[in-house]
């Protein structure tokens, strides 16, 4: 996941980050499974200090059978000088008997925060093994289970699960290191110096290579992106999954009005859903949508932009529009100054039930005990954070015989502050994003969005991506896709398959193009 449940889409100032050099780091021993290359079982009770530890597993995926080798182990982050300074913890799929004379594209995979492990995409969409969750994504009773995922990405791509220092089991070696991994760029950085080490130790220079990254995650990736590049690691594609790339599009901060307008449309589809709109805009979703984005960026815009100088007719007429698209009442919303925050929103929309709507998913929701708070849970983390947990340590010790009494950090824990690197700004990968492009014009773009999303809702996501300035031929490479679902798309079981689809036929197309 995300910048989600930690960010929860709050105002986070920060700037566009400095890209430091990546040194060649000295050989590991620990050497995870080459493409392909069958490996000995091992006793799963212990951890083999050599390298990783290695088992055998299949899955169907389609009808057919997919036999891979599962390694799970840590590599080091080393300074220039040799030193290390961090161990960052993976899991790591390879399939078996890979096409003769073609090798498998490779996927490197994290979530985001700042402070996620990769355990949602890893358990959620990607992996072979997931958690199972009722049909429309919420929390089933416990004790939960994990099943096969006959929708995982393995029958494309070998899959590299990363945990960035201060998530998962990745620590600092000192605690007082842990500082230069929490800031935007020490967090790329050691993440390209894994990488780097990744592919020299498995052999896989000459494979097609991809990022993946969710919310913060697509922050990352895209400076990620670069970074490797001047590095001489040109990607075949990005996979980002509920995207935020300029915090000014979220960041609710006085003379800021951009998530104002980008934020109406996910608001109009979350009123939808809960049945809160007038009959003429409940009738048709698509439709509601393509009205609400078509005023949002006009008249919504340009009413903030003249802020006191709207006459009382102006004013009301705006307070009219946003209460047909937002179901809240007139009072609310002319008390707000026009501008609703995605938390007054999810707080308010459903108060007279006594619910408040959840951010990463506003269709779930859960009892507003405190109506008069400012602040409180998402329902969507609350549903999902007891069987993500449970059934990841479950499985890392159980199934892939990793045994570590570290706690395994899913969400927040390890990080702490978290350095944006600005002063005077809002932070903004979409330039890394861009000048990429620009250095590596083959690369591809796949970016997912979901319209119940209320921490990176999809309007912000074309917002960046139409202002990135590119070429008509180099907006070609880029690939968007809406689902109606939530951040975490892959929840409802609609959209899982349908992702699934959407993600295989790119990552076919990417590799096609070299």
């Not at 599962?70 to 399939?95: K, R, S, W």
């Not at 993500?388 to 570290?406: D, H, I, K, P, Q």
């Not at 490479?477 to 689902?483: A, L, P």
């Amino acid at each position: 996941m995300l910048l989600a449940p930690i960010l929860l889409a709050a105002v986070l100032l920060a700037g566009t980050p400095h890209l430091p050099s990546l040194q060649t780091s000295q050989a590991f021993a620990a050497e995870p499974a080459k493409n392909g290359e069958s490996q000995p079982e091992k006793d799963k009770s212990v951890v083999a200090p050599e390298g990783p530890v290695l088992t055998r597993h299949k899955v169907a995926v389609g009808g057919r059978e997919i036999g891979y080798t599962a390694a799970a182990g840590q590599l080091p982050v080393m300074n220039d000088a040799g030193e290390t300074e961090a161990a960052i913890f993976y899991i790591a799929y390879t399939a078996d008997n890979p096409p003769p004379g073609r090798r498998r594209p490779l996927l490197f995979l994290f979530n985001g925060g700042p402070g996620s492990s990769s355990v949602w995409l890893h358990l959620g969409a990607v992996g072979p093994r997931r958690v199972q969750m009722l049909a429309d994504g919420k929390m089933p009773p416990p004790p939960y289970r994990l099943v096969d995922n006959e929708f995982t990405w393995l029958d494309q791509a070998d899959l590299v699960f990363i945990d960035p220092v201060g998530t998962g089991y990745s620590r600092a070696a000192k605690p007082d290191l842990t500082k230069k991994f929490t800031t935007v760029q020490g967090d790329i950085d050691s993440l390209g110096r894994f990488i780097r080490l990744y592919l020299t130790r498995t052999e896989r220079w000459d494979s097609p290579l991809f990022l993946v990254g969710e919310s913060y995650g697509t922050f990352r990736a895209a400076g990620l992106s670069e970074h490797l590049v001047e590095h001489g690691i040109a990607l075949n594609g990005i996979i980002m999954i509920s995207s935020i790339l300029n915090l000014q599009t979220i960041s609710f901060a006085p003379g800021n009005d951009l998530p104002y307008v980008l934020f109406l449309p996910s608001y109009a589809a979350t009123a939808w859903y809960h049945q809160k709109l007038a009959p003429q805009l409940q009738a048709d979703l698509d439709k509601t949508l393509a009205e609400a984005e078509g005023w949002a960026a006009t008249d919504y815009l340009t009413a903030l932009g003249r802020g006191d100088r709207l006459s009382s007719e102006e004013r009301q007429a705006v307070v009219e529009k946003l209460t047909a698209f937002t179901g809240l009442d007139k009072s609310f919303i002319d008390n707000r100054n026009l501008r609703i925050d995605n938390g007054s929103f999810a707080r308010e929309l459903l108060r007279e039930r006594r619910e408040v709507a959840g951010f990463m998913d506003s269709r779930f929701t859960a009892a507003n005990l405190d109506p008069g708070a400012h602040s409180g849970f998402d329902p969507t983390v609350a549903t999902i954070r007891p069987p993500y947990t449970a059934m990841f340590n479950e499985y890392v010790r159980g199934e892939l015989g990793f045994r570590s009494e570290l706690e395994y950090y899913i969400l927040g824990g390890g990080t702490g502050h978290w350095d944006w690197e600005t002063k005077n700004g809002y932070a903004d990968t979409g330039e890394n994003l861009r000048n990429t492009f620009a250095k590596n014009p083959y690369m591809r773009l796949f970016v997912a969005s979901g319209l119940f999303d209320l921490a990176t809702p999809h309007f912000a996501t074309e917002y960046t991506l139409s202002h990135l300035g590119l070429t008509p031929a180099l907006k070609g490479n880029i690939t968007t896709r809406t689902y109606r679902a939530g951040h975490m798309m892959y929840l409802d079981s609609a959209a899982l398959p349908q992702l699934k689809r959407d993600v295989a036929e790119f990552i076919d197309g990417a590799v096609k193009a070299r």
